[in-house]
């Protein structure tokens, strides 16, 4: 009886260990797919440099063997943009148009696994998941004249409205922004900012003439402009 039963502890202890040994070689990356697979900022009528600072947060889903099972390794992998001059992705994973380019770039998200989750020697293999940016590029298209873009953007903890002489400029309220191509090359243009109570200043963050109101600039090519309402 006691055999017996020693008989059975052995083999317990057997199919412990090749378990064990099963589950050290469990777990191992063989692919990565990141969600979304694509992502479009802007548009042909809005001028590239207004999708600067838009925003999408990525996602990385690893594939792994013995046995099959998927997980979030987002923070796991390391993420790089072909393209940063287009668009950055950072440590986790978000990735933010820079407003400098349009066009398409691939993303990716790599892992370089040495060892299997168990600690076991493996492969060594660099895994890697792709996906594809893309910021549409400016055509006028929408309205657009053919003159130089005009374009008005806004900050601050505040809001309020800007008007534009000469006319052309249109109603412009924050949080806009506020496109127009009504004005020929070479108008010089006075933007003046009015801030909505509460708030109460309006500074000029990005103006030829400088952050006090109103700002003047002689329109020769696109230009973007930014007031603080606050």
């Not at 889903?61 to 072909?82: C, E």
């Not at 370089?112 to 893309?134: E, K, P, Q, R």
Request: net charge neutral; proline share 6%.
């Amino acid at each position: 009886m006691n055999g017996k039963w020693l008989s059975v502890i052995a083999l317990v202890v057997v199919a412990s260990a090749l378990l064990t040994v099963s589950c050290g070689h469990s777990q191992q990356l063989v692919s990565i797919q990141i969600q979304p697979a694509t992502e479009t900022f802007g548009a042909s009528n809005i001028p590239v440099q207004l999708n600067a600072g838009s925003q999408v947060q990525l996602r990385a889903l690893g594939t792994y063997i013995h046995p099959p099972v998927t997980k979030d390794i987002t923070d796991q992998v390391t993420w790089a943009s072909n393209s940063p001059q287009m668009m950055t992705v950072n440590a986790t994973g978000l990735l933010t148009a820079t407003g400098d380019a349009c066009g398409g770039t691939l993303v990716s998200a790599t892992v370089n696994t040495n060892t299997s989750a168990g600690g076991l020697g493996s492969s060594g293999a660099i895994v890697t998941g792709y996906m594809t940016g893309n910021v549409v590029c400016y055509t006028g298209t929408g309205g657009g004249s053919g003159n130089p873009v005009l374009a008005v953007t806004f900050t601050g903890n505040g809001t309020g409205t800007v008007s534009g002489s000469p006319s052309g400029l249109g109603t412009c309220d924050s949080p806009g922004p506020c496109i127009t191509q009504a004005f020929t090359s070479g108008t010089t243009i006075t933007l003046t900012a009015t801030p909505t109570p509460p708030s109460t200043t309006a500074t000029w963050v990005t103006c030829p003439s400088g952050n006090a109101n109103p700002c003047t600039l002689n329109l020769t090519g696109n230009t973007f402009v930014t007031v603080a309402f606050n």
